[in-house]
């Protein structure tokens, strides 16, 4: 497990383009954390540290937002509007998840026992200066991507 600080967007921007520099292979990536704590914040760094030049929207209103980047394939979800987990059968999740590529879902929650364990989960919460962003791993991958990240920002690992 790993605790951050960031003390601002840019500085969580900035952990974002690190774990995007950290997913070497496909990835699912669960962000939770309160309205406004800033799930869409990392996926934006996340993309622009994949090179994602454009705009990055907050997927509330499609659901999914996909990218494809130097020849790889990203998929941002925000499953905060899904009324019911069998609806995720209707988003083609299943399909996603047998692709080649990284899935950042916001909201995992909404989609209960219907989604699988994630490889990395991002718990984002608000501090009197900024915000306090708990990453954990969650599979073997996951502990890859967890120590490429530590390695990326120079931290040590807290357990």
């Known amino acids: 497990m790993m605790m951050l600080h960031?003390?601002?967007?840019?500085?969580?921007?900035a952990i974002g383009?690190?774990?995007?520099?950290?997913?070497?292979?496909?990835c699912l990536v669960y962000l939770k954390g309160d309205l406004g704590a800033g799930k869409t914040?990392?996926?934006r760094g996340f993309l622009r540290g994949m090179g994602h030049t454009g705009a990055v929207k907050s997927p509330t209103y499609t659901l999914i937002e996909p990218y494809e980047i130097a020849g790889k394939r990203y998929y941002h979800l925000d499953l905060y509007r899904l009324a019911d987990p069998d609806e995720l059968e209707y988003l083609g999740l299943r399909d996603l998840l047998e692709e080649e590529a990284v899935l950042l879902v916001e909201w995992p929650e909404q989609g209960a026992d219907a989604l699988p364990i994630p490889d990395i989960?991002?718990?984002?919460?608000?501090?009197?200066?900024?915000?306090?962003?708990?990453?954990?791993?969650?599979?073997?991958?996951?502990n890859s991507v967890l120590a490429a990240l530590q390695s990326e920002l120079g931290q040590n690992l807290n357990d």
């Open 6 to 13: 960031p003390e601002n967007e840019a500085a969580q921007e």
């Open 17 to 26: 383009r690190a774990l995007a520099r950290a997913c070497t292979k496909n």
């Open 41 to 43: 914040t990392l996926a």
């Open 121 to 142: 989960l991002v718990s984002i919460h608000y501090e009197e200066k900024g915000r306090e962003l708990k990453i954990e791993a969650k599979s073997a991958h996951g």
